[in-house]
Every structure is written in structure tokens, then in C-alpha cells.
């Protein structure tokens, strides 16, 4: 057994140790928020935070995060006010088909918990992810309104 910490309670699963986090967040704690791209850790989709860290959860085996705190989309919003990126991202209408969106959520917040004010520079050296949807834009005001707010 594995013991996980997500989005503050904890769980144990009873999987392999290499087990990819990202299957194990959905398929065994059933949070389907964080969503399975490329499996290469390249696209982003799967982005949670570990120990407020943006991570690719597509590539990190289980038995690598079991003391760590894991923070998925479900766990970003604070006593059920939606964190500053998430407001920001309804509010200028960011998303298209949706599916990156939770991972670039994640990989914002983690960006503006590390650098409040970021440039177009920042934003474009930090934040990786693909989005299919071509939302660049959107996205890159929803971080400059969140860093705002």
C-alpha cells in the first residue's frame, strides 16, 4: 500500500510502485480532472503540483510522491473560492475544447505562487504546456488579469 496525500486527504492505494501518479489519481482516488495527453510529460494535461511544485504526472511513479503533497485542479480553489487563475480564465473566456485547460490552470497558479508579476518573457519560458485550441492569447491575458487581481 501506498499512502498518497491529494488535495489534503489522504488515501492508500494498492498499486505497483511505477505506476504512473496520474493513473493513480484517477483511476484510484477518482479525480478526473487532471487529464492523460501524451503520456511524455510534454503536452502538460496532466499538470498537478507536488509540494506546490508544477509536475507532469504523466511520468512520475507513485512511489516517488508518496510524503509529498499533491494538489490537483479539484484541490486549487481555497474553501470553495476559485483561485484567482480560475476566475480569470472564466472571466476572459480562456478555454475552447477545455482539455489542456486544467493542466495550464495548474501550471499558472504554480507560476504566479513563484513570480507575482511575470512578463511575456516569464510567461513564456514558464508555462510549456500545449494547448491544441491554439489559446495562447487568452491565456497569456487571463495570467496578466490573475497576476492583477
Same mark, same amino acid.
Given at each position: 500500500? +501506498? /499512502?498518497?496525500?491529494?488535495?489534503?486527504?489522504?488515501?492508500?492505494? #494498492?498499486?505497483?510502485? %511505477?505506476?504512473?501518479?496520474?493513473?493513480? +489519481?484517477?483511476?484510484?482516488?477518482?479525480?478526473?480532472?487532471? /487529464?492523460?495527453? @501524451?503520456?511524455?510529460?510534454? $503536452?502538460?494535461? @496532466?499538470?498537478?503540483?507536488?509540494?506546490?511544485?508544477?509536475?507532469?504526472?504523466?511520468?512520475?511513479?507513485?512511489?516517488?510522491? =508518496?510524503?509529498?503533497? +499533491?494538489?490537483?485542479? *479539484?484541490?486549487? =480553489?481555497?474553501?470553495?473560492?476559485?483561485?484567482?487563475?480560475? /476566475?480569470?480564465?472564466?472571466?476572459? #473566456?480562456?478555454?475552447? @475544447?477545455?482539455? $489542456?485547460?486544467?493542466?495550464? +490552470?495548474?501550471?499558472?497558479?504554480?507560476?504566479?505562487? *513563484?513570480?507575482?508579476?511575470?512578463? %511575456?518573457?516569464?510567461? #513564456?519560458?514558464?508555462?510549456?504546456?500545449?494547448?491544441?485550441?491554439?489559446?495562447?492569447?487568452?491565456?497569456? *491575458?487571463?495570467?496578466?488579469?490573475?497576476?492583477? =487581481?
Amino acid at each position: 500500500m +501506498i /499512502k498518497l496525500t491529494v488535495n489534503g486527504k489522504t488515501h492508500e492505494v #494498492d498499486v505497483d510502485p %511505477d505506476t504512473p501518479l496520474l493513473w493513480v +489519481i484517477r483511476e484510484w482516488v477518482g479525480l478526473t480532472g487532471t /487529464k492523460y495527453g @501524451c503520456g511524455i510529460a510534454q $503536452c502538460g494535461a @496532466c499538470t498537478v503540483h507536488i509540494d506546490g511544485v508544477a509536475t507532469r504526472s504523466c511520468s512520475i511513479p507513485v512511489s516517488a510522491v =508518496a510524503n509529498n503533497q +499533491i494538489t490537483t485542479i *479539484e484541490g486549487l =480553489a481555497q474553501s470553495g473560492t476559485p483561485h484567482p487563475v480560475q /476566475k480569470a480564465w472564466v472571466a476572459l #473566456d480562456v478555454p475552447q @475544447c477545455g482539455y $489542456c485547460q486544467s493542466g495550464m +490552470i495548474m501550471a499558472v497558479a504554480a507560476l504566479l505562487k *513563484e513570480n507575482p508579476k511575470p512578463t %511575456d518573457a516569464d510567461i #513564456d519560458a514558464a508555462i510549456t504546456n500545449i494547448c491544441r485550441c491554439g489559446t495562447y492569447q487568452q491565456v497569456r *491575458e487571463a495570467i496578466h488579469a490573475a497576476a492583477s =487581481a
